[in-house]
């Protein structure tokens, strides 16, 4: 039985403890509470990639998983996690529409595009001369139940603690000399400021999110072009998100507000009321693939961390290939291998 140290509990070092519980280890999971990313976020599953009308990486294998792994979650717990959540996207261009229109009936592409209709072509006009497609298979996931279910459901311990790195010892897989078989990193941005991977490009990404009063959206679907709009009750809608790369700060500004604002133009020609903003800080890499695997030179520190901008979409499955290549030896997504990346460790 293996005895595991988890140091981060936002989406990838809470799944990871969950799946590394269900295969029989002692998890500890350490979490400092000061959550800037899984808990700001959104929580929006897309499976298309809307510039080139693409899908997403591996996005057959990680939905369903990803689906399947949030609904048994929610077996027994009176809290729903996933939410089906149709998404009307308004095309930037016509060559947008005319990806979409080639493959709108490709098998590679029908389980997640459906096809325009006259409808579709009369929906909002406002500032949309090139026409919408609904987007198939979207959802979004409630953070907050997500991460009370797995503390629940799981054997975990949960541990409100920020880390010293100065009591670990990385030869002996120890923190404050309790001795563990591995401890894995799962710090999201805040893996900088670990001396055993800051050398690991984890890009601090901030995104800022308003929640507004607007008239002329829709409460039924999400609505999508420069921003996402979604109904969350009461006449209010989230808008997001920003992207400003290098940033790690959680400070709202008038620019993100005036940003969003601007791209809710595109949606709607009704004047929004700003009722909330909030801004997080994403995981991001420079490739946009995850970061995970042993440290190079100390086999007891491993790394699960990069899941930029879609943790939601891609943590059920990897934190599955993470306990996997931990415990069995499993090869890892060689997209995700840390020897990929052409910096080196210092330490
Ligand atoms: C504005 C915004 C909108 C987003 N929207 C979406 C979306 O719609 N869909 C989607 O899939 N993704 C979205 N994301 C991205 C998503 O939030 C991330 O991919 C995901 O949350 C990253 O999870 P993580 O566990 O790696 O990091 P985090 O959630 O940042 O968790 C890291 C945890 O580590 C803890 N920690 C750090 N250092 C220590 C230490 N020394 N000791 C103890 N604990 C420590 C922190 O307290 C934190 O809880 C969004 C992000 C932002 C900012």
């Not at 080139?52 to 809290?79: C, H, N, V």
């Not at 987007?135 to 139940?145: I, L």
Request: net charge negative; with cysteine.
């Amino acid at each position: 039985m293996k005895k595991i140290l988890v140091v981060g509990g936002g989406i990838a070092g809470s799944c990871l403890s969950y799946q590394l519980a269900k295969r029989n280890c002692v998890v500890t999971l350490m979490d400092s509470g000061t959550n800037v990313s899984t808990k700001v976020a959104g929580g929006v599953i897309i499976p298309l990639v809307f510039r080139r009308m693409t899908k997403s990486w591996r996005i057959d294998d990680f939905l369903p998983y990803a689906k399947s792994f949030y609904q048994q979650l929610e077996d027994g717990f009176d809290t729903t996690i996933l939410y089906p959540m149709p998404l009307r996207r308004f095309f930037s261009s016509l060559q947008e529409r005319n990806y979409w229109l080639t493959r709108q009936h490709s098998d590679e592409f029908s389980n997640y595009m459906s096809p325009i209709s006259e409808e579709d072509e009369s929906v909002f006009p406002y500032a949309n001369k090139f026409g919408s497609g609904r987007v198939k298979e979207c959802y979004r996931v409630d953070a907050e139940s997500l991460l009370n279910a797995l503390k629940i459901k799981s054997s975990f311990q949960l541990i409100q603690e920020t880390v010293d790195y100065s009591q670990i010892n990385a030869e002996k897989g120890s923190y404050k000399n309790e001795v563990y078989d591995c401890i894995v990193f799962c710090e999201g941005y805040q893996a900088n400021d670990n001396p055993w991977f800051n050398y690991l490009p984890v890009d601090p990404t901030k995104g800022e999110v308003l929640t507004v009063k607007v008239d002329g959206l829709s409460e039924t679907e999400v609505l999508n072009r420069k921003c996402s709009a979604a109904f969350v009750g009461n006449g209010a809608y989230k808008v997001g998100a920003t992207y400003v790369w290098h940033t790690a700060n959680t400070i709202i500004t008038e620019e993100g507000k005036q940003e969003l604002l601007d791209h809710l133009n595109c949606l709607t020609e009704h004047p929004a009321t700003v009722v909330d903003q909030v801004a997080g800080i994403r995981p991001t890499t420079i490739d946009r693939r995850p970061l995970m695997g042993f440290h190079p030179e100390h086999n007891k520190l491993a790394v699960f961390n990069g899941l930029g901008a879609k943790g939601f979409l891609l943590a059920p499955l990897l934190s599955e290939e993470m306990s996997a290549y931990l415990l069995d030896n499993k090869v890892l997504d060689k997209e995700c291998v840390l020897t990929r990346l052409k910096t080196t460790s210092a330490n």
